[in-house]
């Protein structure tokens, strides 16, 4: 495939996975390299434009210079971390992963992250990227442990405004993940000073970890696939929601009647995992399949896999994004659910043009406050496609109860 050719399928978004414009990249990579850093270039001097236009060039150009180890991308990467926050979460979603990016494109200086850490202006979860790339450069053997909990104990201590927000739980989750001992009372003077949610990290929590034994806790860390560098942009990236097939249920679904009929009991034994409108969805569903009217079928499919839904922008008139970032108890106004799983989203702000909410999730790796997509929640689905639903029954609450 000619460098052309990769790029092209790499610039935009079409719902597939370019795997083999990627493949193709990795095995051009003294060519592509000059074409990502210029992908990665316009990302950042047409921001706004490259957000709205389902521009991908970004992500790709990101994790393929990660996986080069290419330091012509920290600087822009630094760049693109440092926009503001609407523009920021368009351009690379929740965050997630972004982290690992940030400390292998850095190479190991950690000067431009140490900066951004401490910028005020900068997006408080970009903020907890740079944080968390901290700890990946350790666990890669590119920055020491005593020369990371001397720099977090400068946080604690002065560099960081003594004010609630995200980065300060980010602070105290890399603490713990480290088993910062040292920084023991600087942890809980932060937690005292409400300045973590005692929701999300409490003092319990605290003395849970480092009660552990520390080499067991430092051991876990160097195994977790969560601070590692990138080494393989396909395995990073092929798994993303996005990328899955979203057909809705179709006729082929009437061929694996059995295993629809199987997977129906299966809800109806495991209350304790599944809603208890599951089984019955499941069996209006297999009513409908059985009784071969398409309307009636395509009709039900709709009105299950629906999730942005009148009544459910409705809900949150009141609670734009930010309206609540500055409470310390804020009020959950809706919670969506896995039916198939164990995750749960408990959203707090909801932005109808953009799609996008901010909430607690629950059920997955770590338990965290984050941006969702709701366009992406509307693509994902499990076992016989069945997607994520919003929990009807749902009274709002308070977050602290919660845990």
């Known amino acids: ?193 409400d300045l973590v949610w005692e929701g999300e990290i409490s003092i319990s929590d605290v003395e849970e970890v480092f009660a552990e034994d520390k080499q067991t806790v430092i051991d876990k860390l160097f195994k977790s696939e969560r601070y590692q560098l990138i080494d393989d942009t396909i395995k990073e990236i092929e798994w993303w929601s996005c990328f899955k097939d979203n057909k809705q249920l179709d006729d082929d679904i009437a061929d694996s009647l059995f295993v629809a009929i199987s997977f129906a009991m299966t809800c109806l034994t495991a209350g304790a995992f599944f809603s208890i409108s599951t089984p019955l969805k499941m069996i209006a569903f297999l009513s409908c399949l059985i009784g071969g009217d398409p309307l009636h079928r395509l009709t039900f499919i709709w009105r299950i896999m629906k999730l942005i839904t009148e009544e459910f922008e409705t809900l949150f008139k009141d609670y734009p994004l930010y309206s609540q970032e500055h409470e310390k108890d804020p009020l959950v106004i809706a919670k969506l659910f896995d039916p198939t799983g164990s995750a749960s989203w408990f959203l707090l702000e909801y932005d109808p043009v953009e799609k996008l909410a901010f909430g607690y999730v629950t059920g997955m790796t770590a338990d965290e406050l984050g941006y969702i997509s709701l366009t992406e929640m509307e693509s994902i689905k499990g076992p016989l496609g069945i997607g994520i639903e919003q929990d009807m029954y749902f009274i709002q609450k308070q977050l602290s109860e919660l845990k």
Request: with cysteine; proline share 2%; aromatic share 10%.
């Open 1 to 193: 495939m000619e460098v052309k050719e990769i790029i092209s399928q790499l610039e935009t978004f079409d719902g597939s996975f370019p795997k083999e414009a990627l493949e193709a990249a990795i095995e051009r990579k003294e060519e592509i390299i000059p074409e990502l850093l210029k992908m990665l270039k316009y990302t950042v001097e047409n921001a706004e434009k490259a957000a709205t236009d389902e521009y991908w060039g970004h992500t790709y150009a990101l994790y393929l210079l990660a996986q080069f180890g290419n330091k012509e991308a920290y600087p822009l990467f630094i760049e693109l971390l440092s926009l503001p926050n609407d523009t920021l979460w368009a351009l690379l979603g929740e965050l997630d992963g972004w982290d690992s990016v940030l400390a292998s494109v850095s190479c190991g200086d950690d000067s431009m992250i140490l900066q951004l850490i401490e910028n005020d202006n900068i997006d408080e979860y970009a903020r907890c990227v740079a944080l968390n790339s901290l700890v990946t450069l350790h666990v890669a053997g590119k920055k020491k442990r005593e020369e990371i909990i001397e720099y977090f104990s400068e946080l604690f201590n002065g560099k960081l405004d003594r004010s609630f927000s995200a980065v300060w739980m980010g602070l105290v989750n890399c603490c713990l993940d480290l088993y910062a001992d040292e920084l023991h009372d600087d942890i809980i003077k932060a937690i005292q000073d």
